[in-house]
């Protein structure tokens, strides 16, 4: 197999995921721009290996090492303010995306501060925080397509955004180069979640101010104890399941959403009796139910007790938690 120089072999991951995991990808390029993605896909063709794309890695569990070529999004040049239209490269830190939109009068996102990771890990699965999404604020996306080699333009209508979903879940040939945001002109603050309907924000940078409070007060430093954030979606049921429900446990916690029911699964969880609870070197945080924290190089511990935690949540609530991160 003939390298190039860009490729690196058997790079270790652990610096490149927040959960610390040290698995190896047994190759790796960084990409930074379109000359880099060229490079990496004649490699792929030609050597006929599977490709993961990798942000800042805080929403990946790596359970085994990787085998093919591990992309890193190194695009982080361009922020292009066009009215209230802003191009931004998929490589950029999201928080300071948010921060920068903030300084220049284009509002929106300012419920999603303090959300680790790149721009463009947003839509993946569609991220969202305190009563916002990020697709309620993207015009359109901009992609290499690794089967093609193409530049395509898809519009948002076109990527199936859901409740963490979206269309790239399931097309992880399409490496996110550049998102179009449509912002607002105007402030109009969004405190329709619960902790914020105390306050009566004037400007965005107060509202910022005070989610990226209650951020460092209810989750993990994933620096200091490494996380994914929430480690399952709140699962979805349908409303006569919710009867039942409701019939045992008086004081579930659910929301609406659309035709179905939303439920707590940090609810689920503390009824479980997990909140705290340890598998050897990984541990439900005691701050946050969702977050499981990895104290290992490996990713055994935490797998083990996120089986665990489904198992008993399954057993007691007939519940499926389905995973949020990407298990690769
Ligand atoms: C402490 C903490 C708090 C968090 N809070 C929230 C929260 O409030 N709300 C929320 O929604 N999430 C939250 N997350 C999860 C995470 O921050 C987001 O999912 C973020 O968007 C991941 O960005 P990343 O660059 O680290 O992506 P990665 O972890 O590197 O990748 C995640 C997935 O996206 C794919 N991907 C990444 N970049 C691209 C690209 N350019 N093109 C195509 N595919 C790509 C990867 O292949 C992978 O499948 C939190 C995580 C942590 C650690």
Redesign the pocket.
């Known amino acids: 197999m003939k390298l190039q120089k860009k490729i690196v072999t058997n790079k270790n991951l652990s610096k490149l995921n927040?959960l610390q995991i040290g698995v190896k990808a047994k190759y790796f390029i960084e990409c930074k721009t379109d000359a880099d993605l060229e490079i990496a896909f004649n490699f792929i063709k030609t050597n006929k290996i599977k490709f993961?794309?990798?942000?800042?890695?805080?929403?990946?569990v790596f359970k085994e090492p990787y085998k093919g070529l591990v992309i890193k999004?190194g695009f982080k040049k361009e922020k292009k303010i066009i009215k209230n239209k802003v191009k931004v490269s998929?490589g950029y830190n999201?928080d300071r995306f948010v921060s920068f939109c903030i300084e220049n009068s284009l509002y929106g996102l300012e419920n999603l501060s303090g959300?680790?990771?790149?721009v463009?890990?947003?839509p993946?699965?569609n991220?969202?925080?305190y009563g916002e999404e990020i697709s309620n604020y993207i015009d359109h996306i901009e992609v290499y397509n690794f089967k093609t080699g193409n530049i395509e333009i898809l519009n948002k209508m076109n990527c199936s955004f859901d409740y963490?979903n979206s269309l790239?879940k399931k097309n992880?040939h399409?490496?996110?180069k550049n998102i179009f945001f449509k912002l607002k002109s105007e402030f109009i603050a969004n405190n329709s979640y619960q902790d914020l309907q105390v306050y009566k924000f004037k400007k965005a940078t107060e509202i910022r101010k005070s989610i990226l409070k209650i951020r460092n007060q209810k989750?993990?430093n994933?620096l200091t104890k490494p996380?994914?954030?929430?480690f399952f979606k709140n699962p979805l049921i349908k409303k006569k399941d919710l009867k039942k429900l409701l019939c045992h446990e008086t004081d579930l916690k659910f929301y609406n959403h659309n035709s179905l029911i939303k439920v707590s699964a940090a609810w689920l969880i503390e009824k479980c009796n997990l909140k705290g609870f340890r598998v050897d070197k990984a541990r439900v945080s005691k701050k946050h139910s969702l977050v499981l924290i990895n104290e290992d190089k490996t990713p055994i511990s935490i797998l083990k007790l996120k089986d665990k935690i489904k198992t008993n949540v399954f057993k007691k609530y007939n519940i499926k938690l389905e995973e949020e991160p990407?298990i690769v």
Do not use: C, H, M
């Open positions: 927040s993961l794309i990798l942000g800042d890695g805080t929403n990946i999004n998929s999201w959300i680790p990771g790149t463009g890990a947003g993946i699965q991220i969202g925080a963490r790239f992880k399409l490496f996110i989750l993990e994933y996380n994914v954030g929430s990407t």
